[in-house]
């Protein structure tokens, strides 16, 4: 079965600089400590600065050379300050980190500090009870001798609430919740972002990238159990939930979902969570995630509420634009597939560049009993070209490889006989195509009035026949039990084959198998005749509908 990729959902916390941080005040640089070495970037924070406030892409690319600054910690340091910060006051428990860096170290009235990396993934953290007012030299550093970076610096007062600016953000897209969602609800996550490494270092996830801020937040009211969470994306993704926010904004808790495409959260007290997704890739693609609660309907032909205008190939995957989509429904239900060609815009189309054939597509949803009903074996090698898909003929895009025809067929195809637009003129085939693929499941779910009559009709004949069948079989194994039960004489074997043989015949005369049989094959053959007839609408509207799209 073709599929999405499993994806991941993520709440963050206080997980990287950029994602938390506020507008940052820096003034002029002052003059450079090394002939030809930048000069240290003069950073500047108010008493009310944003908690914590980042100041992102400074360049450290000053050699680092022995442990110049005379400090305990074992590593090397740039020759110069990476940056000097002006405090108005005295602050209480600040703390610098250095993401990007190995170790960090801060200089003030001939005085020193510092701190150096526990464990890989994780940035140099250095926090002091008091902070002096003035300038602080904040120097950069690593384990290595004449390395070079690219360092962010976050600064953070650990004693004062933390300022979540996704927690009041009105750019953020929002969902109230009560209870779960009685009605499904779908959240877009656009592509690009672009994702960053600060959440390398949160709790379960690995190395995972998110972008800067969450996706989207949660807002829930009352307790809310069992929500379900399906993500439809082509990136291998992690989900990261994190909340509920307490009042500090401090040890939110998290919990990392990794590598599933369905997750369901057995109960979220109140309170606000943010949810996003991550992943290996730097560069999100696009996804949507569907919430819905144990009991809520689904609709598999509502398409998502966002859908680029403009989409690659890879991109027009139906089972990502379409999240109600349940594949198992796609291969089933006849109605199905015609509401998803109807339903589907025109940028999610795309296109056959060659006619296909029995070595080049493989029919998907007819098996044996389809076959030897139908009278023949499909696809097979013989099978005429007509029965396949035929260059520049538009169809859609089934989880990255397999593709569904106007008429209804579903097909596995290489990708590369796909194309974003005909060579020439798109077109549909003139009539609908192998009828027959996968009728028995068309009969589990008939459509029309007409069609649930005769799989109703021949239900009632099969249950009459069953119970005949029953009865006259067990009348005959009480009998052969009788006759176990007595010693063994030398016609015992034979009287019992006698007496199943005649209860096969009883069977045969008395329950009407002969009957039932004519009324199987009957109802087929009309049940075929009426799905030819429904698929050949469906061929008409969507050929009327392609004519004014384009």
Request: hydrophobic share 45%; net charge positive; proline share 8%.
């Amino acid at each position: 079965m073709s599929k999405l990729a499993p994806r991941t959902i993520v709440i963050l916390t206080t997980l990287a600089a950029a994602a938390l941080g506020g507008p940052a005040l820096a003034g002029p640089p002052t003059p450079a400590t090394a002939p030809g070495a930048p000069a240290p970037r003069l950073l500047k924070l108010s008493p009310s600065f944003h908690n914590p406030t980042a100041f992102a892409a400074l360049p450290a690319t000053t050699p680092m050379r022995s442990n110049n600054l005379g400090l305990a910690c074992d590593a090397r340091y740039a020759e110069q300050p990476l940056a000097i910060l002006e405090l108005k006051t005295m602050t209480r428990k600040l703390q610098v980190t250095a993401a990007g860096a190995g170790a960090v170290a801060v200089v003030w009235n001939g005085r020193g500090a510092c701190a150096v990396t526990e464990y890989a993934g994780q940035d140099p953290s250095l926090m002091l009870d008091e902070w002096p007012a003035g300038k602080v030299e904040i120097y950069v550093g690593d384990t290595k001798q004449n390395y070079t970076m690219n360092v962010a610096l976050r600064f953070e007062e650990l004693g004062r609430k933390l300022d979540l600016d996704w927690d009041t953000a009105t750019d953020i897209a929002r969902v109230k919740l009560d209870a779960a969602p009685a009605t499904p609800m779908v959240m877009h996550i656009p592509a690009g972002g672009p994702r960053t490494r600060w959440a390398r270092a949160a709790q379960g996830c690995g190395v995972t990238y998110f972008r800067a801020r969450p996706d989207f937040v949660l807002e829930v009211g009352q307790v809310v159990t069992d929500l379900r969470l399906d993500v439809r994306s082509h990136d291998d993704s992690t989900v990261l939930v994190v909340g509920p926010i307490p009042p500090d904004a401090r040890n939110i808790p998290m919990q990392c979902l990794q590598q599933r495409d369905s997750y369901t959260l057995s109960r979220l007290e109140p309170g606000i969570y943010g949810i996003a997704l991550g992943g290996d890739a730097t560069a999100p693609a696009i996804s949507n995630i569907l919430l819905t609660g144990p009991t809520t309907p689904r609709d598999p032909a509502a398409a998502a509420p966002t859908i680029p205008a403009k989409l690659a190939l890879a991109d027009r995957d139906i089972l990502l634009h379409f999240p109600q989509l349940e594949f198992e429904k796609l291969t089933r239900q006849d109605e199905v597939r015609f509401a998803l060609f109807a339903a589907a815009p025109r940028q999610l189309r795309v296109f056959v560049r060659r006619d296909l054939d029995a070595g080049s597509a493989a029919l998907i949803g007819i098996g044996g009993q389809d076959a030897n009903r139908s009278g023949g074996s499909w696809p097979s090698a013989d099978a005429p070209a007509r029965a396949f898909p035929r260059k520049d003929e538009a169809v859609l895009l089934v989880g990255g490889r397999d593709i569904l025809t106007a008429e209804g067929n579903l097909f596995e195809v290489d990708f590369r006989d796909l194309a974003e637009a005909p060579a020439g003129a798109a077109t549909l085939p003139d009539a609908p195509r192998i009828p027959e693929a996968g009728l028995s499941y068309a009969m589990q779910n008939p459509a029309g009035p007409a069609a649930a009559k005769l799989v109703k009709d021949l239900g009632a004949s099969n249950q009459a026949y069953d119970a005949c069948n029953t009865m006259l079989w067990n009348k005959t194994s009480r009998a052969i039990e009788a006759i176990q039960a007595r010693p063994w004489r030398w016609n015992t074997d034979a009287k019992i084959e006698s007496m199943r043989n005649q209860t096969e015949r009883k069977v045969i005369a008395q329950c009407k198998l002969g009957a039932l049989e004519k009324k199987r094959k009957a109802t087929w053959a009309k049940l075929l005749e009426l799905r030819t007839a429904r698929r050949a609408e469906a061929l008409a509207a969507a050929r009327k509908l392609l004519a004014e799209t384009p």
